[in-house]
């Protein structure tokens, strides 16, 4: 069964950390693109971050550069999303997805056909 694994998600107060981890089973990540999104109550669903297969290339939305860090150890099969100085406003549901067209390029990442989704991990930002 192929499938991704969000976990790390909880409940933080603003200005703390945590590192969301998407794990795949039954395939290997080393020729997808991984793409964090989140979707917050009410809202439509955004891309946060973008992993090209070897790693080399990243992107990120406007509202979490220089917070947030996309990284991957396609040895562990796993992708990270390491979260600082988090804000209410990042509340949502976080969802990692592989796609493996254009997995050398985070460009227009959030509009392409993902294979794979993971079920999402909550973030609360609260104090």
């Known amino acids: 069964q192929f499938q991704l694994v969000e976990s790390g998600g909880g409940l933080v107060q603003p200005g703390g950390s945590l590192r969301l981890s998407c794990a795949a089973s039954g395939f290997t990540l080393d020729y997808y693109a991984i793409g964090w999104f989140r979707q917050a109550p009410g809202k439509e669903r955004e891309g946060v971050s973008c992993i090209t297969s070897s790693g080399v290339s990243t992107k990120y939305a406007d509202s979490v550069k220089g917070r947030f860090t996309i990284f991957r150890d396609n040895a562990k099969n796993t992708v990270y999303l390491q979260m600082n100085s988090l804000k209410p406003e990042d509340t949502a549901v976080y969802y990692c997805?592989?796609?493996?067209?254009?997995?050398?390029?985070?460009?227009?990442?959030?509009?392409?056909?993902?294979?794979?989704w993971g079920q999402g991990t909550q973030v609360t930002v609260s104090s």
């Open positions: 997805a592989a796609a493996s067209s254009f997995h050398y390029s985070c460009s227009g990442y959030v509009s392409r056909e993902q294979d794979y």
